[in-house]
């Protein structure tokens, strides 16, 4: 039987960055079966770019959100003596306003490493076959939907008036929209970790363990949960402090 090259066919392209990202969506399995064409660095750096040109973008209708949060924040600080002044009080708030926009920029790439490492060791406690670069491939192509999720807090606020929410549960795709908007940071937190995107994340973690590590569902379950739990204490001890 002739061959490609002999038959004059050209050789088929390998899938490239573009191909990777539309099958993370539609096709996850199809995309780490075959392996990811770039590494964790080149999603670290699409993510967290993207992910902070939206938050910049949704500054307007996440607005409330940050007055309402910074209010809760600003009792505190005056319960706490009266050395606080309306002074700093002031000045905490124009950072506060700053890190919760621009702070993604830092945020992300820790936050994907830290998830990353915990995938890596629940990946070799399930005993896959994932080295440490392979988990933090998984786990950068799984944080894909988190750029989904600024989009449609976006398409929220300017469909509904974002401006007038007080929560960012309201923006939750998630038991967390139910909540009351008034609630604790700490109860947000938690009833978001039940989000379409947050839930999305993890899903594409248990497909990227289970095709890369080469092991059953069950296990890349297992490290799926074991990733979702770490990545809530610690969105949850943020929020909470």
């Known amino acids: 039987m002739a061959d490609a090259s002999a038959s004059g066919s050209p050789p088929a392209e390998k899938p490239g960055f573009l191909d990777d990202l539309i099958d993370t969506i539609v096709a996850p399995a199809k995309l780490f079966t075959r392996g990811p064409?770039?590494?964790?660095?080149?999603?670290?750096?699409?993510?967290?770019v993207l992910v902070t040109l939206l938050a910049v973008a949704n500054r307007g209708p996440m607005s409330g959100v940050y007055d309402a949060e910074f209010a809760k924040i600003a009792e505190q600080m005056r319960a706490s003596g009266p050395e606080v002044t309306e002074e700093i009080i002031s000045a905490t708030r124009t950072w506060t306003r700053f890190a919760n926009v621009y702070g993604l920029a830092l945020m992300f790439p820790i936050m994907m490493f830290c998830v990353g490492v915990v995938t890596f060791v629940g990946a070799k406690v399930v005993g896959a076959e994932?080295?440490?670069?392979?988990?933090?491939?998984?786990?950068?192509?799984?944080?894909?939907?988190?750029?989904?999720e600024?989009?449609?807090?976006?398409?929220?606020?300017?469909?509904?008036?974002?401006?007038?929410?007080?929560s960012r549960g309201q923006y939750s795709l998630g038991p967390a929209r139910f909540m009351d908007p008034a609630g604790s940071l700490f109860q947000t937190g938690l009833g978001m970790r039940f989000d379409?995107?947050?839930?999305?994340?993890?899903?594409?973690?248990?497909?990227?363990?289970?095709?890369m590590g080469k092991v059953s569902m069950g296990k890349g379950v297992a490290v799926g949960l074991i990733a979702w739990v770490a990545g809530g204490l610690m969105l949850l001890q943020l929020m909470s402090n």
């Open 37 to 48: 064409s770039v590494g964790f660095g080149v999603m670290v750096l699409f993510v967290t």
């Open 130 to 148: 994932l080295n440490f670069g392979g988990a933090l491939k998984v786990v950068g192509f799984a944080f894909v939907p988190r750029v989904i």
């Open 150 to 166: 600024q989009i449609s807090i976006a398409l929220q606020g300017a469909l509904l008036n974002g401006s007038e929410f007080i």
């Open 196 to 211: 379409l995107f947050v839930l999305w994340s993890t899903v594409l973690i248990v497909i990227g363990v289970t095709k």
